[in-house]
């Protein structure tokens, strides 16, 4: 189950922050450890001594949450984030939304955007102004007929049972597909998980002229996740997010995450 080693990207804004406080409520939550991390770019001093200043705020906020606190310098924060992440064997990248989004959901930023296209790490991301439950409610995972999905639904159902969560198979009808295939598809994945660990998972189609409209057709817990598979063009072990899926995480209420190709 993801989140053994949680890695928070910080910095000193509202989205580091809500990162910060997502990324030490899923360590809490999996009893996995947490390090937090600021990059600055090679060449500056300066820029150094701010990154070291915004840990010691980071651990100002975290209180007596242990934690591991490093500065790394990179030339990209995202690049450097996932380097990070490979060398302390963090196994979940939690990053913020980036400002001037929409209220209440996810922006991509530089540095979120460069994870979701070559992390090799699933990668979480909160929305704007997010503020995490102590526990889980639902886990949700975005669900398409493809090797990738049909190994996150033995994933997830293994990391519903660990939580002790229910889980949701969601796929989307955007009025272009034979709702029949989907839904036959959907009972196939929820016998999966069933199979696989002896969950019931939920399922549901969310309907709509759009993604956005789709993801609105449905209802969201308090506390919900929302977990997607890589596409099937990542490359093996790495992230890469599709069309389809990076307007379905801009229109999320919840956070998302990403697993890598081949996750296991």
């Not at 530089?110 to 439950?133: G, I």
């Not at 669900?143 to 002790?164: F, I, S, T």
Request: hydrophobic share 45%; charged share 20%.
């Amino acid at each position: 189950m993801i989140g053994e080693h949680v890695i928070v990207g910080y910095t000193s804004d509202a989205g580091g922050r809500e990162a910060l406080t997502l990324g030490a409520a899923i360590a809490r939550v999996t009893g996995g450890e947490l390090t937090v991390a600021t990059i600055y770019p090679p060449g500056s001093p300066g820029l150094a001594v701010e990154a070291q200043a915004n840990l010691a705020h980071a651990a100002e906020e975290l209180g007596p949450t242990p934690a591991e606190y490093i500065t790394y310098e990179s030339r990209g924060t995202g690049r450097g984030l996932s380097v990070l992440a490979s060398r302390i064997r963090a196994d979940l990248i939690v990053v913020g939304s980036t400002d001037g989004g929409q209220h209440g959901r996810i922006a991509i930023g530089a540095t979120s955007d460069h994870l979701l296209h070559r992390s090799s790490e699933a990668v979480m991301v909160a929305p704007d102004q997010y503020v995490p439950s102590d526990v889980p409610s639902r886990l949700t995972l975005a669900y398409v007929h493809r090797p990738q999905c049909d190994a996150a639904v033995e994933r997830m159902a293994q990391a519903a049972l660990r939580l002790g969560v229910p889980l949701r198979l969601i796929t989307f009808d955007l009025r272009t597909e034979d709702q029949g295939k989907l839904r036959d598809d959907l009972a196939l994945a929820v016998r999966l998980a069933w199979e696989s660990t002896g969950i019931e998972a939920e399922s549901e189609v969310a309907e709509g002229h759009d993604v956005a409209a789709a993801m609105a057709d449905v209802e969201w817990l308090p506390g919900e996740l929302l977990v997607c598979a890589a596409s099937e063009d990542a490359q093996p072990h790495r992230v890469f997010l599709g069309e389809l899926a990076m307007k379905m995480l801009r229109a999320s209420c919840c956070p998302v995450t990403v697993l890598p190709r081949g996750f296991a």
